[in-house]
């Protein structure tokens, strides 16, 4: 895999097996299969350069290569429930070092993110551009109050006067959408967040599907407009 320093890879893993959402990665928002969403979007990003899905499946294999992936075949070991995404980007990475040099970067998409978009990837890969950052990744800002269970506020103080919301010490949720990580420093670390990071922020990333009533939301937030 002879690429130039400036070349970035896309990894998408997509197993086939799901317990919350069986055949999650195959249903369709918007009529388009979630994996051949994250493909798209990472086609349409300016600087990623190839585009590659990590599966165990036939039909997401099928489904990948017709969208214009490539595809690795990753083996059943890491394809289970325990299996972490980065063994996945790790086994892929692991192939392509043989073929030659790896990419610079890569940006690793998950395709419960129905609607990101190839201007977020580009803007959570730019992050990575300083030496000074090895990974970056999307965040959405949340203005609530968190507490935890046993009745303690987490961003605020619930003894002091209460504060308006807009006072609140800004927060943000990491979306799992979008993560970019300098190849050489995630694979000395095998894990996405290698230090030092930065979190980036999406105004409008859109829900993530973990449940079947997040997959009913994110059809009907396509229905209503692009995506």
């Given at each position: 895999?002879?690429?130039?320093?400036?070349?970035?890879?896309?990894?998408?893993?997509?197993?086939?097996?799901?317990?919350?959402?069986?055949?999650?990665?195959?249903?369709?928002?918007?009529?388009?299969?979630?994996?051949?969403?994250?493909?798209l979007?990472?086609?349409a990003?300016?600087?990623?350069?190839?585009?590659?899905?990590?599966?165990?499946?036939?039909?997401?294999?099928?489904?990948?290569?017709e969208?214009?992936?490539?595809?690795?075949?990753?083996?059943?070991?890491?394809?289970?429930?325990?299996?972490?995404?980065?063994?996945?980007?790790?086994?892929a990475?692991?192939?392509f070092?043989?073929?030659?040099?790896?990419?610079?970067?890569?940006?690793?998409l998950?395709?419960?993110?129905?609607?990101?978009?190839?201007?977020?990837?580009?803007?959570?890969?730019?992050?990575?551009?300083?030496?000074?950052?090895?990974?970056?990744?999307?965040?959405?800002?949340?203005?609530?109050?968190?507490?935890?269970?046993?009745?303690?506020?987490?961003?605020?103080?619930?003894?002091?006067?209460?504060?308006?919301?807009?006072?609140?010490?800004?927060?943000?949720?990491?979306?799992?959408?979008i993560?970019?990580?300098?190849?050489?420093?995630?694979?000395?670390?095998?894990?996405?967040?290698?230090?030092?990071?930065?979190?980036?922020?999406?105004?409008?990333?859109?829900?993530?599907?973990?449940?079947?009533?997040d997959?009913?939301?994110?059809?009907?937030?396509?229905?209503?407009?692009?995506?």
């Amino acid at each position: 895999m002879h690429q130039s320093d400036d070349s970035v890879l896309a990894l998408i893993p997509a197993r086939g097996g799901s317990k919350g959402i069986p055949g999650k990665n195959l249903k369709e928002v918007g009529g388009t299969p979630l994996v051949a969403r994250s493909i798209l979007a990472a086609q349409a990003s300016a600087l990623v350069t190839r585009v590659v899905v990590s599966t165990d499946d036939d039909a997401i294999a099928s489904v990948s290569l017709e969208y214009g992936a490539d595809v690795v075949r990753r083996p059943a070991a890491l394809a289970d429930d325990t299996a972490s995404s980065e063994s996945a980007l790790l086994h892929a990475l692991d192939l392509f070092a043989d073929e030659g040099p790896l990419p610079a970067s890569i940006v690793f998409l998950q395709c419960t993110s129905p609607f990101t978009t190839g201007e977020q990837i580009d803007r959570v890969l730019t992050a990575l551009q300083p030496e000074s950052v090895n990974s970056a990744f999307a965040v959405a800002p949340w203005h609530g109050f968190l507490w935890r269970e046993d009745g303690r506020g987490i961003n605020h103080d619930p003894q002091q006067a209460r504060q308006r919301r807009q006072d609140l010490e800004p927060s943000f949720l990491e979306t799992g959408a979008i993560y970019a990580m300098k190849t050489a420093e995630f694979r000395r670390s095998g894990t996405r967040f290698c230090a030092p990071w930065r979190p980036v922020v999406i105004e409008d990333s859109g829900p993530e599907i973990d449940t079947i009533d997040d997959l009913v939301l994110c059809r009907n937030l396509a229905g209503m407009g692009p995506g």
